[in-house]
């Protein structure tokens, strides 16, 4: 089994639906976090919780809201979805600690028609 | 504003061939510079990392070379194999910034038979 797990795989929705992409993880990590990924722009930052507590806004926070129900959950709502937020949705795991690796789920190909 | 640019974005080499992927960065707070490895349908996952204290960095078939002055670092990959084919992302992170991954934006890399 998948240590970091996203659900849906595949999602296709219309303009102005609300989504929820959610994440979980076995690892035991308290560090839990958002990226989508675009062609040409790598994997840019939504936002981040390093514990169930504590969540922090990313570098494309806009249009995204998230909530940590438990230390292994972790979602990423999409309120209003709009066509430009088409894009591939990784979560990611991570230990405490200086310089920890990131452990990435296979993430989620979202559409918005 | 890209602060981790990357180059080039797609890159094929013959078999047994070395494979060359660039970044450079601006600002010198940054003080980790891991490389991810993401193959089709999977998440990245962490191939490589550096700290600016040594110049170069190898494990296995892969070596990280790292020039503080020119704010560059790159990956080598000797003797490159079919396997090696995927996407690969350099990434910067630093004290202070919650050590939050910044990364490049990627380059594809197919290696022929």
């Known amino acids: 089994d998948a240590d970091v797990t996203q659900t849906p795989r595949n999602r296709i929705t219309k303009t102005g639906k609300r989504i929820m992409l959610e994440c979980s993880q076995t690892?035991?990590?308290?560090?839990m976090y958002w990226y989508r990924q675009d062609p040409g722009l790598g994997l840019r930052l939504i936002y981040y919780?390093?514990?169930?507590?504590?969540?922090n806004k990313g570098e494309i926070s806009d249009g995204y809201s998230v909530s940590r129900q438990a230390q292994a959950k972790f979602s990423l709502s999409l309120e209003s979805a709009i066509p430009n937020q088409t894009a591939l949705y990784f979560c990611?795991?991570?230990?405490?600690?200086?310089?920890?690796?990131?452990?990435f789920g296979d993430g989620t190909r979202l559409s918005i028609l | 504003q890209q602060q981790v640019k990357q180059s080039p974005q797609s890159l094929i080499v013959q078999k047994g061939g070395i494979s060359i992927i660039n970044c450079a960065y601006e600002?010198?707070?940054?003080?980790?510079f891991p490389w991810y490895q993401q193959f089709p349908g999977k998440g990245p996952a962490l191939l490589i990392a550096?700290?600016?204290?040594?110049s170069e960095k190898k494990e296995g078939r892969f070596t990280i070379s790292f020039n503080k002055s020119a704010k560059q670092f790159s990956l080598h990959i000797m003797d490159s194999q079919p396997g090696d084919s995927a996407t690969y992302f350099c990434?910067?992170?630093?004290?202070?910034?919650?050590?939050?991954?910044?990364f490049g934006s990627g380059t594809q890399l197919t290696v022929l038979p």
């Open positions: 990611a795991t991570s230990a405490p600690g200086l310089n920890q690796p990131q452990h």
């Open positions: 690892k035991g990590h308290d560090r």
């Open positions: 919780s390093f514990d169930v507590k504590d969540i």
């Open positions: 600002n010198t707070a940054f003080d980790y």
């Open positions: 550096i700290r600016p204290d040594v």
């Open positions: 990434a910067a992170s630093m004290l202070g910034s919650a050590r939050q991954l910044t």
